[in-house]
């Protein structure tokens, strides 16, 4: 059969252009309101939150407070706007008020009144917007994420505020504040683009370099060499890549910092030690290369020096290294090692430092490392050097200090010599002592003991995880801290 279109009944489905986005409560738009006049009527906190937005806006705010004791409330912000100026009237809303309003923003709790004040303002041409009252809203405010110029606004149609709030927290924390400045960079650089190329394709292919450019260096402001190299044709992806150390933490991948995070995900390569989880992988870029370099001792495992090669070989490609290491890169972690020989072949490195198993162990057992009357002195002592035995050179009058808290990483194998020896150079053999196993993941595990009995009871923690042992008084046994927040416990007024 063929239709009007001459097609067949299958071939007109095809005709039909199938909608590129589903259905939308709102839609998003971005309101110009430099020098526009936007009436705020009402005084509370969230319409005071409205008038500072509507002034950061470069609004001219009218604030229509009802009475003295509101009005002192905009006092602050009247005084010091953020931008646009914040007039404050002491007394109720007029229709008058409303004239050649561009937007019309209340805190009426009264049904009828916000109504009214509705109705007034569509008769002056403005919309609307009722706090905590959406269905008289024209227009609502998002949930703010600010890059200026880079802006981000996040709406849950009212629905739920505080989960457009727990989005926004997990933008900020991937959106690095250096964005700011590359973007404004752009805004400055685009009329200069329009002279130096005619074509289309050629913008867009500068476009497409200062992208790379700017995820590159987010982290440092763009400058004008940066903007010649681009008109230049330098592809920003021929140059060296650079190499980031990056401290994964303990295990727990909230215990990420945000830069770490943000390092992730603007690699291209990830070099990863054992320590490092699959949680922690998951917060890379996907389209990341990772590759284990794994080196706790056991099994095969790649050398330092060909480790330091192929970073090297890497960044001479271009790539973006991140050799992402357990805890703190700069703690048993060979950091210097890997930076020297970076710095040797000319390749840009920096560092990003992580939390080390030692506080993510002390964090969730609920104890300081240092204590007042306690531990006047931390130190982290390795129990290996690199054939695996006890290094011969650990000073024990140290460990026997009866005011230091030792924290001994990679103590799995020679714990018991470990205490021997300082118990010998005097450390009083019922000094607490606590083994943690796998700290801050969900599999950690720890035994309490003394410096005498801790290196049986470790001896029961499972094959194979991490240990850590923490020795001395402030180590005495007390019951663990829960370490996960209690989600979002701070409302915020940034809907
Ligand atoms: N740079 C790391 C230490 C690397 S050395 C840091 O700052 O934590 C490897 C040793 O660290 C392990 O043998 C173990 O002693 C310790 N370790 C690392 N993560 C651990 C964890 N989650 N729990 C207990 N010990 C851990």
């Known amino acids: 059969m063929t239709d009007i279109l001459g097609g067949t009944k299958a071939g007109r489905a095809l005709a039909v252009t199938p909608a590129r986005i ?17 009436v705020v009527a009402g005084s509370s906190q969230g319409a005071l939150w409205k008038a500072e937005l509507l002034s950061a806006s470069g609004a001219d705010v009218l604030v229509l407070a009802d009475h003295e004791v509101g009005a002192s409330l905009y006092r602050d912000l009247a005084a010091r706007p953020v931008s646009g100026p914040v007039t404050i009237l002491p007394r109720e809303w007029t229709e008058e008020d409303l004239d050649g309003a561009a937007l019309a923003v209340a805190d009426i709790a009264d049904r009828d009144a916000a109504l009214r004040f509705v109705a ?27 890059r200026s110029p880079v802006v981000l606004a996040i709406s849950t149609d009212g629905g739920a505020p505080m989960l457009g709030q727990s989005i926004r927290a997990r933008v900020e924390s991937v959106l690095p504040l250096g964005l700011s400045g590359w973007a404004k960079a752009a805004q400055k650089w685009r009329p200069l683009l329009k002279q130096r190329f005619r074509s289309f394709q050629d913008r867009r292919a500068f476009w497409q370099r200062f992208t790379a450019l700017a995820w590159a260096n987010v982290d440092r402001d763009p400058v004008d060499a940066d903007f010649g190299a681009l008109v230049g044709g330098v592809n920003p992806e ?20 945000l830069k770490a995070v943000r390092a992730l995900q603007s690699a291209t390569v990830i070099l990863y030690d054992d320590l490092v989880g699959p949680a922690i992988l998951e917060l890379a870029r996907r389209e990341a290369q ?25 960044a001479e490609a271009g790539e973006n290294v991140v050799r992402l290491k357990g805890g703190d890169p700069l703690v048993f972690g060979r950091a210097t090692e890997e930076v020297d020989a970076c710095r040797a072949a000319g390749i840009e490195v920096r560092i990003v430092p992580g939390i080390s198993a030692a506080q993510g162990a002390a964090a969730s057992l609920g104890f300081s490392l240092t ?19 006890l290094p011969a050179t650990i000073e024990w009058k ?24 300082a118990i010998a150079a005097g450390l009083d053999p019922e000094t607490p002592a606590v083994a943690v196993a796998s700290a801050t993941t969900p599999d950690q595990g720890q035994v309490s003991g003394t410096a005498a009995t801790i290196a049986s009871f470790a001896a029961d923690l499972p094959a194979g995880a991490p240990v850590i ?23 915020s007024l940034a809907s």
Do not use: W
């Open 22 to 38: 589903a259905s939308l409560p709102n839609l998003p738009l971005f309101h110009k309101l430099q020098g526009r006049k936007v």
């Open 120 to 146: 007034a303002a569509h008769a002056a041409g403005a919309p609307a917007n009722l706090i905590d009252q959406t269905d008289l809203c024209d227009v609502q405010f998002g949930t703010i994420v600010n």
């Open 238 to 257: 021929q140059r060296n890549g650079i190499v980031t150390l990056v401290g994964a933490g303990p295990g727990d991948p909230e215990l990420l910092t």
């Open 290 to 314: 990772r590759v284990a370099v794994g080196k706790t001792g056991h099994g095969p495992s790649c050398s330092q020096a060909e480790i330091n090669r192929r970073i090297i070989s890497l």
């Open 371 to 389: 204590e007042r009357d306690q531990a006047r002195r931390v130190q982290y002592v390795t129990g290996h050097d690199t054939g695996g035995d």
């Open 398 to 421: 140290a460990v026997a200090d009866p005011d230091t808290t030792t924290v001994i990483y990679m103590p799995r194998k020679t714990l018991e010599h470990f205490t021997a020896k």
């Open 469 to 491: 042992v923490i020795l001395g008084r402030v180590a005495r046994e007390r019951p663990a801290l829960a370490t996960d927040l209690p989600e979002y416990s701070q409302m």
